[in-house]
């Protein structure tokens, strides 16, 4: 299959000159799927939940949800949907929580480059659970190509973590659609260190009361390019969103953010929050921030903010004046940028890993 | 929470009955489907136009039918693009002379209170002798100075090397369809020109664009503010143009150079079958200042985004914007800067209010370039939304280049706050009177920006809207 499309789109066009309405592939990208045939799951057994490797039921026809579009492009999503190599349809029952998370961890290598995975998590009425997704890969040309639908009941709790460390020259689509029920609470935490071209698209619709919470960290290098396009639809009265976007950039690196809050009529007394923050560490970076806040009802508050600037250069001598190079000392602001993100992760394994990932990409290109 | 307290006041819409009334024309031409060559060459050689400008005008036309009509912003279907020729409607249906205007029509600014001399200078000075009288002791205070202050068919006869060297520079007619169509059909405006070091104390304000044949509609502004200088330039007035045209595609190019400043105010108030599809751009030299003051009351449909590009080290912009979109009304109005070169700033401060199932869009870009090092942006967009049946969004843009920056961007979408009203209310003020308090509050940062009148004028159109407070 060969993608073309344009991806992350923006919900409401702008001037186009800017060229943010969309990313456009800068060659068409070439993708054969095999079969992944590496063990990618690793969960504690419980009763009232289910775990399956690769989906084969769409879980669509089960719930009768009429699904909304989603997802980076709709060449992405059916390729994904209809193709997958690898994937998990995890089910939590009525009331089940659960207190070990689910960790699927799907890894790129020279024999199996290409990971294609679809993914499902479906939490009933009052059951909590968390799901661990990595990211990553040790061959070259890798390309990950993933959706995940998130179907959080009336009162469910679902986290889902996901940490992306793939090789520098690696191609990473993400397209993630959450449902978030009366009342439910669907926690995103994502971390985004690796890869040549990352495409990484949320989507969540809210109904009465749900929450919905992403707190991202990314860090881009070399030549790497980010492009990250986030969507909260309100249509439930009293729902929330909050997007916490942090991350940090060197080299020739080029990020793009694109968060929209969405505020439909009838979503009374909801509350919509956006932050997006860069630090900038060369200055041949390149930052863009699009960050949209659209209201069609009156009793809502919706509110964004977006910064961008050097790393501080009093909190730099200070640290230096206490013993550290530049390069430590920066590295050290870069990761207070990342501690937002980096307490939401379940274990200081996955702290220490994403800490680790992090600092060998910092001492990559000489920080300026 | 009681259920009076929620109850929600209606809010009244600017009444434009009065703006409104008046008798049609009847106009004898029989317009051609489609603009041609040959409409806008007549165009030309009426005006007597240098051949440049008739070869500029018809390359224009040529860009025009390339374009298209953006894909991005309101729906533009109700415009008529495939007839955009009944909207260039041929001077000789205008009326130039105040005698000439129907007598309904003059009663109408008399109601308005509009000074008479506005209603001459509405009418156009070609034929009016008062407004001659005005208009030249205007310019003779200034022309001491040796500030060139014409109408653009005149600054075209008599500076036509500044002209033809600045003209449509700035906003090239391949800049989007509606600047190429102005470039074809453009008529009327204002040329002003101040040398260096001048000090212009009174503010020189546009009401004579409508002098020219055709102006109103396509009128383009151009001020160069020379090393040093001020001027403060006013742009439209307060009263509603006389017009059965729904097409505003005006073009405002603006150039200050060194250590100069220009203060830009407009006070728009466009009867609501208009399209303002209106292009406003400022070059800014080293240590320049430009200031964009800008209200946007009227019209159906507005795309207004004035942009400022910083290209000398040290430049500065302000923008400080209101929006008041009522019922069918959509207003997508914003700003947009170019950080072009070091030590440069931007202020953004945009404020709207819709209600009535209006329409407000704050949309916007802050550029920083790569060689705009040690730049500082600070944009603050917040909307206020007086009903349910409303609409408010905020679509900007921020792009930077380079590392050596600080830019902080906020904005804020809400209605007024219960508490604040309970607190007003609590001290024994009304209800409407606490949310009109409120409302005046929110627009009051801009208000203060603007010249006297103006900044009467504008609570005025928002007192009308507030019942209760109506006398």
């Known amino acids: 299959m060969v993608i073309t499309e344009q991806l992350n789109e923006l919900p409401v066009k702008t001037y186009r000159w800017l060229k943010v309405n969309g990313l456009t592939l800068p060659e068409p990208l070439e993708l054969t799927v095999q079969p992944y045939p590496k063990a990618y799951l690793t969960f504690t057994p419980m009763a009232g939940l289910t775990v399956q490797a690769m989906p084969e039921v769409h879980l669509k026809d089960r719930l009768g949800v009429d699904h909304a579009a989603y997802g980076a492009s709709p060449e992405l999503v059916s390729l994904s949907e209809t193709q997958h190599n690898a994937g998990v349809q995890v089910h939590a029952g009525r009331g089940v929580k659960c207190p070990d998370p689910i960790v699927v961890s799907y890894q790129c290598s020279s024999d199996s480059p290409v990971v294609v995975d679809h993914n499902v998590i479906y939490g009933e009425e009052g059951s909590s659970l968390t799901v661990i997704f990595q990211y990553t890969g040790d061959g070259s040309s890798a390309v990950h190509n993933g959706t995940l639908k998130v179907y959080a009941q009336p009162g469910a709790e679902i986290n889902v973590i996901r940490i992306q460390h793939m090789p520098d020259d690696a191609h990473h689509f993400d397209s993630i659609a959450a449902f978030v029920g009366e009342g439910a609470q669907v926690n995103f935490v994502h971390v985004e260190l690796g890869g040549a071209l990352s495409a990484v698209n949320y989507k969540a619709e809210l109904q009465a009361r749900g929450a919905l919470d992403i707190s991202g960290a990314y860090f881009g290098g070399g030549k790497g390019r980010l492009d990250l396009n986030y969507l909260a639809e309100h249509y439930g009265e009293g729902s929330s969103s909050q997007i916490l976007i942090h991350g940090a950039l060197q080299g020739e690196a080029k990020k793009i953010f694109r968060g929209t809050i969405d505020l439909k009529r009838g979503a009374r007394g909801s509350k919509g929050r956006e932050l997006e923050s860069v630090l900038l560490l060369d200055e041949r970076a390149r930052s863009i921030a699009v960050p949209l806040l659209l209201a069609g009802e009156d009793d809502v508050e919706g509110e964004h903010a977006a910064s961008a600037g050097k790393v501080d250069a009093k909190k730099l001598h200070y640290l230096m004046a206490r013993g550290l190079s530049e390069r430590q000392a920066t590295q050290l602001l870069v990761e207070a940028a990342f501690q937002p993100v980096l307490d939401r992760l379940p274990s200081d394994a996955w702290r220490a890993l994403v800490r680790q990932e992090l600092g060998w990409r910092l001492s990559q290109c000489p920080s300026t | ?471």
């Not at chain 2, 509009?114 to 009016?128: D, K, T």
């Not at chain 2, 204002?190 to 009401?207: A, D, M, T």
Request: charged share 25%.
């Open chain 2, 1 to 471: 929470m009681s259920e009076a307290a929620r109850k929600k006041t209606y809010v009244e819409d600017i009444s434009r009955d009065l703006y409104d009334e008046y008798n049609p024309f009847t106009y004898s031409y029989k317009a051609e489907r489609g603009l041609t060559p040959d409409i806008v060459r007549e165009i030309s050689k009426r005006k007597n136009e240098p051949s440049w400008m008739t070869e500029f005008r018809l390359q224009s036309l040529d860009i025009y039918y390339q374009l298209d009509v953006p894909p991005w912003g309101p729906n533009l279907d109700e415009l008529d693009i495939d007839n955009i020729i009944t909207y260039v409607k041929p001077p000789t249906d205008m009326r130039y002379s105040w005698d000439d205007v129907p007598e309904d029509i003059k009663n109408t600014f008399v109601r308005l209170g509009i000074p008479q001399a506005e209603h001459a200078s509405l009418a156009g000075v070609g034929a009016q002798y008062d407004s001659e009288v005005v208009y030249h002791s205007v310019k003779e205070s200034i022309a001491k100075q040796g500030v060139v202050y014409l109408d653009m068919e005149s600054a075209l006869r008599e500076y036509e090397g500044l002209i033809k060297e600045y003209f449509m520079s700035l906003v090239p007619p391949s800049d989007h369809k509606f600047a190429a169509l102005h470039g074809a059909v453009w008529s009327g405006g204002s040329f002003v020109y101040v040398p260096p070091g001048r000090h212009v104390e009174i503010p020189l304000q546009s009401y004579f664009r409508a002098n020219a044949p055709g102006a109103g509609q396509f009128e383009h502004t151009l001020i160069i503010v020379d090393e040093g200088s001020y001027l403060h330039f006013i742009e439209g007035c307060s009263a509603p143009k006389y017009s059965v045209n729904n097409l505003h595609a005006g073009c405002v190019e603006l150039f200050v150079k060194e250590g100069a400043r220009l203060r830009y105010s407009t006070i728009e108030n466009w009867s609501k079958n208009m399209f303002n599809l209106n292009t406003k751009r400022c070059l800014v030299d080293k240590n320049g200042v430009i200031e964009w003051v800008s209200g946007s009351f009227g019209s159906r449909v507005s795309m207004l985004y004035p942009m400022s590009i910083l290209r000398g080290e040290g430049a500065k912009a302000e923008f400080t914007g209101i929006t008041f979109a009522g019922e069918g009304q959509y207003l997508d109005t914003g700003a947009k800067v170019v950080h072009a070169a070091p030590y440069t700033t931007s202020n953004i401060n945009s404020k709207s209010i819709s209600k009535g199932g209006g329409t407000a869009v704050y949309r916007g870009v802050v550029k920083i370039t790569e060689r705009a090092k040690h730049s500082k942006s600070t944009v603050s967009c917040e909307s206020l939304m007086l009903d349910a049946q409303s609409r408010s969004d905020t679509i900007p843009v921020i792009d930077i280049a380079t590392d050596e920056v600080d830019m902080g961007h906020e904005a804020k979408i809400g209605r007024i706050s219960d508490a604040a009203i309970f607190y007003l209310m609590s001290r024994g003020i009304s209800e409407e009177e606490a949310k009109a308090m409120i409302v005046r509050g929110f627009v009051e940062p801009i208000a203060k920006e603007l010249p006297l009148e103006y900044a009467v004028e504008m609570n005025n159109l928002i007192n009308l809207e507030l019942e209760g407070t109506i006398g």
